[in-house]
């Protein structure tokens, strides 16, 4: 996934929301995919395998409201692999002109033996008429905690993002045609539930402060199992569209009013679950359930002398038939397709080009976007400027100073270890906590900061060891940097860890601007493929 969309410029989207009671609405399933998506981006990255913002993809919840009543709530319990991880929790309330829809996430799962929570909500307030008016976002993913509040005026919508105390406030253009929840409800109430029903929507999620594409088609009645209980539901396929990173296809299921019982949505080789239940059992003690071998891939040879390999070749095959793999190229990474739908994938050692100077003056745009402060990359804020200046010290030549920014980072990040669920730069910046999405979010955030385009990458990388695991492929973050008119990587995580930094034993699966929304593509690409063959080269 290559995301050069900064959410600083263009607003993309995407939130679910909630059902009530009344007519049918297939939106129902739309945004709550979104949400559960979200889920499990958290879940993917790490150190080596990090459960990452689990919290924001389990945000959007649910799309459609259908009540007459002027307030109504509604549970569900979250399953992973059959297990308890969690609840939401939706609430509508109507009066006065308006809408007003909240929902809440909590989720608790296990990494590595170490229990991690993490919680989310979000709060959109529209007009009877699902005219947008303002929206809030609050997250809280370990060290990381952040507020998102917003207000739409027109074509434009002011947000201001508050984070360890500081504000940050920006105008940004408000997605044409874009809904959040009491909209999207409107619309699967005028669209029906008929079988074979189709359309699309652009959905705002205050959490991603993007918008994302979905399209929603009607499917016919089946028997589902709603922990014991057998109904008759409406199948809901709902399939997301991030530009520019892929696409993700889940499927819901409502009863006749268009109110949504349950939503399925695959990830990182699993499905996770929503399901509609009583307070009680929602609001229940959750299982304990171990994410962390989700974020493995079975290599079919060890790689030795991994750092002397000038290069190496992977043969990746998708696990199912109709499954074709998209791999982005850069810098460090060829892909070639493959007629199998799988994928051959080159990745060279990565040599930083000399004589550069800086900061970077030219007009590739991808380059140029990778120059901007976001929202958890906060380039211009005065202590990561400081930080930056520290680490590159006064050489003006952009590869040296991207090299002692990640030896730099490799050694100012002096507590390592998989409870931080996603944290900005700043944040790490202050605690000098966290594990390879931590490295890769500072590096890239000073680099920038002394004017070097940067961007963050996700994907897998071999480990020869990892908790008791051997010989294998674990999601990992890393940075990189365009230098010379190419883009080059460095691995801060790994070079502090005694790696040396980036070497070929790493495939990229997604790179982008460093905000949780741009995992999108490692969650739906991890689970999908297994690698067949490596070949590696001095």
Known sequence: MATNDSPQSTLQAAEGFRLEVLPPCPAVCVVHQNALRRLLQ??????????????????????????????????????MEGKKVGRAVQTRTEGDGKVSTSQEVSLSIQRGGMPISLYTKESSLETAKGEPISFESSMDLGIMKMLVTGEVKGDQAVMTISSMGQQQTQTVDWPRNAVMSEGLRLLGLKKGLKEGTTYTAKVFSPTQMSALDVEVTVGAKERIDLLGRVVDAIKVRNKFVVQGAGELESASYVDDEGNLLKDIVPMLGMNIEMIICSKEFAMSENDVFEFIDKMFVDSPQPMEDIRGLGSATYTL???????????????????????????????????????????????????????????????????????????????????????????????????????????????????????????????????????IPAEVVSGVAYIDEFAGVRNKFGGHAWTQVYVGDRWVALDAAFKSGGRGGFDVGHITLAQGNGDPGGFFELATTMGKFTIDKIEPQK
């Open 317 to 451: 095959s998708p696990k199912a038939d109709t499954q074709k793999l998209v791999l982005p190229s850069n810098g460090q990474q060829s892909v070639e397709p493959l007629d199998s739908g799988g994928v051959k994938v080159t990745v060279v050692a990565a040599e930083m080009p000399t004589g550069v100077a800086m900061p970077y003056k030219g007009k590739d745009a991808r380059a140029v976007e990778a120059l901007k402060p976001s929202a958890f990359v906060q380039s211009d804020r005065p202590e990561i400027v400081k930080l930056a200046r520290e680490a590159a010290g006064n050489t003006k030549d952009a590869g040296e100073a991207a090299k002692r920014i990640e030896g730099f980072v490799a050694e100012y990040i002096d507590d390592k270890g998989l409870s931080v669920g996603y944290a900005s730069a700043a944040e790490v910046a202050a605690s000098r906590q966290g594990d390879c999405t931590e490295f890769a979010v500072l590096t890239a955030a000073l680099c920038r900061a002394v004017g």
């Open 42 to 79: 958290v879940l993917e990255r790490k150190e080596v395998m990090k459960i990452r913002w689990f919290v924001a993809l389990c945000l959007g919840l649910w799309v459609c409201s259908i009540a007459l009543a002027e307030s109504e709530v509604d549970y569900y319990a979250v399953y």
